[in-house]
């Protein structure tokens, strides 16, 4: 990893915090690999497992010393891939729902409301501003 | 912000007030926006696929982080768009990019330590706006914001 690349220059920097004592994150970099960074002067408190993101100075020997920094939940949290995936499913529902294959070119195309069995009131709706 | 739910439901909330102006928004092109809502967050597909590892396979840098962007989410859309009949392409069209702008302009609001967003849009430029860093990724209030006005319009366009 070209860390020595950023040597002094302003970096943002984001992992989740392995250590409190000293403050140690595991950051992927852009190419993929994962780098233990020590964090210095920090002024908000930490906890394991929470992810840290740090606007800092690089300093020699993977330190960054920290101008601001905050800590999240970890963005892959289970209510948020269990939330994202039932709004999935919500979408891929209404577009079943409201779109079909046209088998002529394999295009998709709207059902049209005569084919279309109106639910929850859609339908009606439907013609209602089209008249 | 890192559920798709709250992403959709701002492209829904959009697509519902924009239809008492245009009668020809139908539900059937609410549902286009809310799909253009997820198109950004094209670039998770990285959880599967690493960007590393293809870029192992290609002779050039490559990272799916630019379908997280103005760039990369036009091309996405652009074949959302060719799936489609030929009739329907300028609307659906419109709508995946309704659903996509607001993604990006959402995510371009969060707060980050630097104070700067992202390259959001990448390729025209690598500018980096400043962001008021109105939420975290990880906060709740975005989602009951949005849930509460996907309500209300629902609520008002219904019979």
């Given at each position: 990893v070209e860390y020595h690349r950023y040597l002094g220059e302003?970096?943002?920097?984001?992992?989740?915090?392995?250590?409190?004592?000293?403050?140690?994150?595991?950051?992927?970099?852009?190419?993929?690999?994962?780098?233990?960074?020590?964090?210095?002067?920090?002024?908000?408190?930490?906890?394991?497992?929470?992810?840290?993101?740090?606007?800092?100075?690089?300093?020699?020997?993977?330190?960054?010393?920290?101008?601001?920094?905050?800590?999240?939940?970890?963005?892959?949290s289970v209510y948020a891939v269990t939330?994202?995936?039932?709004?999935?499913?919500?979408?891929?529902?209404?577009?079943?729902?409201?779109?079909?294959?046209?088998?002529?070119?394999?295009?998709?195309?709207p059902r049209s409301e005569s084919t279309f069995e109106p639910r929850l009131g859609e339908g009606r709706d439907t013609d209602r501003r089209r008249e | 912000m890192p559920?798709?739910?709250?992403?959709?439901?701002?492209?829904?909330?959009?697509?519902?007030?924009?239809?008492?102006?245009?009668?020809?928004?139908?539900?059937?092109?609410?549902?286009?926006?809310m799909a253009g809502a997820f198109v950004p967050d094209l670039t998770k597909i990285t959880l599967l696929l690493p960007s590393e590892v293809v870029e192992s396979l290609l002779p050039v840098p490559f990272d799916w982080g630019a379908l997280h962007t103005a760039g990369g989410t036009a091309i996405s859309i652009l074949v959302g768009v060719a799936l489609v009949a030929p009739g329907e392409r300028r609307r659906v069209g419109l709508l995946l990019s309704v659903g996509a702008v607001s993604h990006l302009l959402a995510d371009a609001l969060l707060r980050n330590p630097s104070g700067r967003s992202y390259a959001v849009l990448w390729p025209l430029t690598r500018y980096h706006p400043p962001t008021p860093g109105l939420y975290l990724s990880t906060d709740?209030?975005?989602?009951?914001?949005?849930?509460?006005?996907?309500?209300?319009?629902?609520?008002v366009t219904r019979d």
């Open positions: 302003r970096v943002s920097v984001g992992g989740q915090i392995v250590d409190t004592a000293p403050i140690t994150i595991v950051a992927e970099t852009t190419t993929g690999h994962h780098v233990r960074l020590t964090i210095t002067d920090l002024s908000t408190p930490v906890t394991r497992h929470r992810e840290l993101l740090v606007y800092g100075i690089a300093k020699p020997g993977h330190t960054v010393r920290a101008i601001r920094g905050f800590t999240v939940a970890p963005s892959a939330v994202s995936f039932f709004a999935g499913i919500w979408v891929l529902a209404r577009i079943v729902r409201h779109w079909r294959i046209d088998p002529t070119d394999w295009t998709l195309v | 559920d798709l739910l709250t992403h959709a439901l701002i492209a829904y909330v959009i697509v519902q007030i924009a239809s008492w102006r245009y009668d020809w928004l139908t539900p059937a092109y609410a549902t286009v926006a709740p209030e975005p989602t009951v914001v949005a849930v509460i006005a996907a309500l209300v319009v629902w609520y």
